[in-house]
């Protein structure tokens, strides 16, 4: 069984920067595309950034030039490097790991994100 769990958010200032983390288990981390979602109170779950395994990633218009995708294949973590941070950003940021063989989608459970002076 596939787990997936983020960390990483907490409350920042406007401006600040935070990293967040997504581990999966239970499957060969390589084979997972790692797509990062956001869901703000009272608004739909949207997309923050989708990549495909060798493909460049595929950014929001609204954090383009601020958040940065990673990963760590060795460590079965990906990474998203958010700064300049707004309050519309505020949000519950979910992970979610496609496998590229199966197209099944796990997701996490998500990690608060708070921006606010």
């Known amino acids: 069984q596939v787990q997936v769990v983020e960390s990483g958010g907490g409350l920042v200032q406007p401006g600040g920067s935070l990293r967040l983390s997504c581990t999966a288990s239970?499957?060969?981390?390589?084979?997972?595309?790692m797509d990062w979602y956001r869901q703000a109170p009272g608004k739909q779950r949207e997309l923050v950034v989708g990549?495909?395994?060798?493909?460049?990633?595929n950014y929001a218009d609204f954090v383009k030039g601020r958040f940065a995708i990673s990963r760590d294949n060795a460590k079965n973590t990906a990474y998203l490097q958010m700064n300049s941070l707004k309050p519309e950003d505020t949000a519950v940021y979910y992970c979610?790991?496609?496998?590229?063989?199966?197209?099944?989608?796990?997701w996490g459970r998500g990690t608060q994100v708070t921006v606010s002076s």
């Open positions: 979610a790991a496609k496998h590229i063989g199966t197209s099944i989608t796990y």
């Open positions: 239970g499957g060969i981390f390589s084979s997972f595309a």
């Open positions: 990549v495909t395994i060798g493909g460049s990633p």
